[in-house]
């Protein structure tokens, strides 16, 4: 059920208090509050009940919000409007949080739910004891209006102020409460969903691409169900487009072995120390939050704890196992972006300098491997593929994990892939086929996430970015064109760019200011990238804290972001990729001077760095380009001139 009760306004008003309540309390999940919980319903139900005598329509109580995992209070349908009406009993004032779950409330039905996308959205807050209240009349162009705050004398009055107000939108369609929800969570709010209990259902749009990750969730279960029922060694590939959900379909397969008890233990591994740090914190405010709901007094660092082994940096995992008799606990692990493992060079060399282990020789997936290979009856590894996602040096790619497997040491290992395996999007500069066809692997196409999920108004960006790096003018501005609902402008102006991210960004979307980690000459403008950043105050944190990325003053790099999100975004662009003669000229910044960089995969990696940092921002993004200083010659206005006329070029509107 979507709602706990719904009804007509009229039928409401005329039922029982005692019925109503009744009806909440046999669909309410956490029995531990139940005491608490009543009391507030029927402080809600005696208000509406008083409040709503006079109106005509639909109501519906404790209404799911499935991105977020969480449930809207009430939500009323009146003159073809819809009321997104959130409470909080007892309270005198209008918190920013509680002001801010409302709007993001409204948001979410927005996005969305089907049946609002073409509809006005009023959020109302109803402080129950407030003296005051404030009558908003702020309509968004997406028709979702500023927060109106009440208290609960006056929610009548509220509701026909808002009613009153002229509007350009559609009614709502009669079948509203059956419309389809499609959310597309950020990996944040997924985690945390999933944690708390959610299945990945709930929480992620219910189209092809959806179905596409729940098929690859639950074929992976099934894969590790018959290696522990027949004592099998067995190793998943999964590839996916950007976005597509290959983290998401990871952390739920954690999430899965948890809730029917395949394993004691399984594991999400990634040497994204960002990701890692960004996830742990979400998922212990989680337990926090979770542990309370259960009446159950927990300390951070207990949170902390439990939440520990779920996710964890590869790096500290390989460490852990360093001794060859160490038997690692879990038997299910999952390695996140799987084909940035390391090479034997880049392996050793941490080894060595990080360890004081000299020649150590092997790649970091065959050490992976062996380490999971100690166990005596049965394990599952399962390997997250993305594309055009490498950053770094001495990344191993998909080959080093088949070459690993190719050891006679493996032999008895089974081998799950799709045919999308051999696409140079996943295995660029790497042949596969006969290492794939002496490997005979088992042909899976369920192991292949196909349609991106990432942004719901940003479809078109991966391949408008695609074409803007490729410098093919004609395609990047048709696809340009198709991004009508996503916000993408240049700016030369800082100022004017924080000022655009201040004012489009609503309830408790989250913006903030990225750049390259190799753009050390934005200093002059501000912008610290060598300054270390705390990603998970950036990332997490609320807007009074000059830490979080709302506050403008610190600035994430590619390594910091990726696998992350935000809502809007500022992307500082520097001299370290720049444009000449149409095309890319890549520099590193070494003391006093810019130098060229001529190696062929140095060079791919500054244009992913740039695709990563420029794929983002889920519902808008502006560039900065700096204007340059013609006194100083490490920030020239020619460097920045030729990559504002490029992105001017590929269609890129100016503000």
């Given at each position: 059920?979507?709602?706990?009760?719904?009804?007509?306004?009229q039928?409401?008003?005329?039922?029982?208090p005692?019925?109503?309540?009744?009806?909440?309390?046999?669909?309410?999940?956490h029995?531990?509050?139940?005491?608490?919980?009543?009391n507030?319903?029927?402080?809600?139900?005696?208000?509406?009940?008083?409040?709503?005598?006079?109106l005509?329509?639909?109501?519906y109580?404790?209404?799911?919000?499935?991105?977020?995992?969480?449930r809207?209070?009430?939500?009323?349908?009146?003159?073809?409007?819809?009321?997104?009406?959130?409470?909080?009993?007892?309270e005198y004032?209008?918190k920013s949080?509680?002001i801010?779950?409302?709007?993001?409330?409204?948001?979410?039905?927005?996005?969305?739910?089907?049946?609002?996308?073409?509809c006005?959205?009023?959020?109302?807050?109803?402080?129950?004891?407030?003296?005051?209240?404030r009558?908003n009349?702020?309509?968004?162009?997406?028709?979702?209006c500023?927060?109106?705050?009440t208290n609960s004398e006056k929610?009548?009055?509220?509701?026909?102020f808002?009613?009153d107000?002229?509007?350009?939108?559609?009614?709502?369609?009669?079948?509203?409460?059956?419309a389809?929800?499609k959310?597309?969570?950020t990996?944040?709010?997924?985690?945390?969903?999933?944690y708390?209990g959610?299945d990945?259902?709930?929480?992620?749009?219910?189209?092809?691409?959806?179905?596409?990750?729940q098929?690859t969730?639950?074929?992976?279960?099934?894969?590790?169900?018959?290696a522990?029922?027949?004592?099998?060694?067995?190793?998943?590939?999964?590839?996916?487009?950007?976005?597509?959900?290959?983290?998401?379909a990871?952390?739920?397969?954690?999430?899965?072995v948890?809730?029917?008890?395949?394993?004691?233990?399984?594991?999400?591994?990634?040497g994204?120390?960002?990701?890692?740090t960004?996830?742990r914190?979400?998922?212990?405010?989680?337990?926090l939050?979770?542990?309370?709901i259960?009446?159950e007094?927990?300390?951070?660092s207990?949170a902390e704890?439990?939440?520990?082994?779920?996710?964890?940096?590869?790096?500290?995992?390989?460490?852990e196992?360093?001794l060859?008799?160490?038997v690692?606990?879990?038997?299910?692990a999952?390695?996140?972006?799987?084909?940035?493992a390391?090479?034997?060079?880049?392996?050793?060399?941490?080894?060595k300098?990080k360890?004081?282990?000299?020649?150590?020789?092997?790649?970091?997936?065959?050490?992976?491997?062996?380490?999971m290979?100690?166990?005596?009856?049965?394990?599952?590894?399962?390997?997250?593929?993305?594309?055009?996602?490498?950053?770094?040096?001495?990344?191993?790619?998909?080959k080093?994990?088949?070459k690993?497997?190719?050891?006679?040491?493996?032999?008895?290992w089974?081998?799950?892939?799709?045919?999308?395996?051999?696409?140079?999007?996943y295995?660029?500069?790497?042949?596969?086929?006969?290492?794939?066809?002496?490997?005979?692997?088992s042909?899976?196409?369920?192991l292949?996430?196909k349609?991106?999920?990432?942004s719901?108004?940003?479809?078109?960006l991966s391949?408008?970015?695609?074409?803007?790096?490729?410098?093919?003018?004609?395609?990047?501005?048709?696809?340009?064109?198709k991004l009508n609902?996503?916000?993408?402008v240049?700016?030369?102006?800082?100022?004017?760019?924080?000022?655009?991210?201040?004012e489009r960004?609503?309830?408790?979307?989250?913006?903030?200011?990225i750049?390259?980690?190799?753009?050390?000459?934005?200093?002059?403008e501000?912008?610290?990238?060598?300054?270390p950043?705390?990603?998970?105050h950036?990332?997490?944190?609320?807007?009074?804290?000059?830490?979080?990325?709302?506050?403008?003053?610190?600035v994430?790099?590619e390594?910091d972001?990726?696998?992350?999100e935000?809502?809007?975004?500022?992307?500082?662009?520097?001299?370290?990729?720049?444009?000449?003669?149409?095309?890319?000229?890549h520099?590193?910044?070494?003391?006093?001077?810019?130098?060229?960089?001529?190696?062929n995969?140095?060079q791919?990696?500054?244009e992913?760095?740039y695709?990563v940092?420029?794929?983002?921002?889920r519902?808008g993004?502006?560039?900065?380009i700096?204007?340059?200083?013609?006194?100083?010659?490490?920030?020239?206005?020619?460097?920045?001139?030729?990559?504002?006329?490029?992105?001017?070029?590929?269609?890129i509107?100016?503000?």
């Amino acid at each position: 059920m979507r709602s706990y009760y719904e009804n007509s306004i009229q039928a409401f008003c005329n039922d029982s208090p005692e019925h109503v309540l009744g009806r909440l309390a046999s669909r309410h999940e956490h029995k531990s509050l139940e005491e608490l919980q009543r009391n507030a319903w029927v402080k809600q139900i005696l208000i509406l009940q008083s409040e709503l005598k006079n109106l005509q329509g639909s109501i519906y109580f404790e209404f799911s919000i499935p991105r977020m995992g969480k449930r809207a209070d009430n939500i009323l349908i009146v003159d073809g409007r819809v009321f997104v009406i959130e409470f909080k009993v007892g309270e005198y004032s209008y918190k920013s949080h509680d002001i801010e779950q409302a709007t993001d409330y409204a948001l979410d039905l927005k996005n969305f739910h089907s049946g609002s996308h073409n509809c006005i959205i009023f959020p109302i807050l109803v402080a129950t004891e407030a003296n005051e209240t404030r009558f908003n009349s702020q309509l968004s162009e997406d028709g979702v209006c500023a927060p109106t705050l009440t208290n609960s004398e006056k929610l009548e009055d509220a509701i026909q102020f808002c009613l009153d107000l002229p509007s350009k939108y559609a009614p709502t369609r009669p079948d509203w409460g059956e419309a389809g929800y499609k959310p597309t969570p950020t990996i944040i709010e997924a985690s945390q969903a999933l944690y708390e209990g959610h299945d990945v259902k709930e929480i992620s749009r219910s189209d092809a691409g959806a179905i596409n990750l729940q098929a690859t969730s639950d074929r992976i279960i099934e894969i590790i169900k018959d290696a522990k029922k027949n004592h099998k060694k067995a190793i998943c590939f999964v590839t996916g487009v950007p976005g597509a959900g290959k983290t998401l379909a990871g952390l739920n397969i954690v999430n899965q072995v948890k809730k029917i008890n395949i394993s004691k233990h399984a594991v999400f591994l990634s040497g994204n120390a960002p990701l890692v740090t960004v996830l742990r914190k979400a998922l212990t405010e989680s337990e926090l939050r979770t542990s309370k709901i259960r009446g159950e007094k927990v300390k951070k660092s207990v949170a902390e704890r439990r939440v520990h082994p779920f996710i964890q940096n590869i790096h500290h995992y390989r460490s852990e196992y360093i001794l060859p008799e160490a038997v690692p606990n879990e038997q299910i692990a999952i390695f996140d972006e799987a084909q940035r493992a390391w090479d034997m060079q880049q392996t050793n060399k941490f080894m060595k300098n990080k360890k004081n282990i000299e020649n150590f020789n092997k790649t970091e997936p065959k050490f992976l491997m062996e380490v999971m290979n100690r166990h005596k009856d049965w394990c599952v590894v399962v390997c997250l593929i993305g594309g055009g996602q490498e950053i770094h040096t001495g990344e191993v790619g998909i080959k080093g994990w088949l070459k690993a497997l190719s050891d006679d040491t493996f032999a008895n290992w089974e081998i799950h892939c799709s045919e999308a395996i051999k696409n140079k999007e996943y295995s660029p500069h790497q042949d596969l086929e006969e290492i794939l066809k002496s490997l005979s692997p088992s042909n899976d196409k369920c192991l292949h996430l196909k349609s991106s999920l990432r942004s719901f108004r940003a479809e078109n960006l991966s391949k408008f970015v695609h074409y803007l790096l490729d410098f093919n003018l004609l395609k990047a501005n048709t696809e340009y064109a198709k991004l009508n609902e996503y916000p993408l402008v240049v700016t030369r102006d800082l100022s004017k760019a924080k000022q655009w991210l201040k004012e489009r960004a609503r309830g408790s979307e989250r913006y903030g200011i990225i750049a390259s980690a190799g753009g050390l000459r934005l200093k002059p403008e501000g912008i610290f990238v060598k300054s270390p950043t705390d990603v998970g105050h950036w990332f997490l944190s609320a807007k009074n804290d000059v830490r979080s990325s709302f506050a403008l003053e610190e600035v994430a790099t590619e390594f910091d972001v990726q696998g992350l999100e935000l809502d809007w975004a500022c992307l500082a662009w520097d001299a370290d990729l720049r444009v000449k003669d149409s095309r890319w000229v890549h520099k590193n910044f070494n003391g006093t001077k810019w130098k060229n960089v001529n190696k062929n995969e140095a060079q791919n990696y500054f244009e992913n760095k740039y695709r990563v940092l420029l794929t983002r921002a889920r519902q808008g993004l502006i560039i900065f380009i700096p204007s340059g200083d013609p006194n100083d010659e490490t920030r020239l206005p020619e460097f920045y001139d030729g990559i504002y006329r490029h992105l001017k070029n590929c269609g890129i509107k100016e503000i």
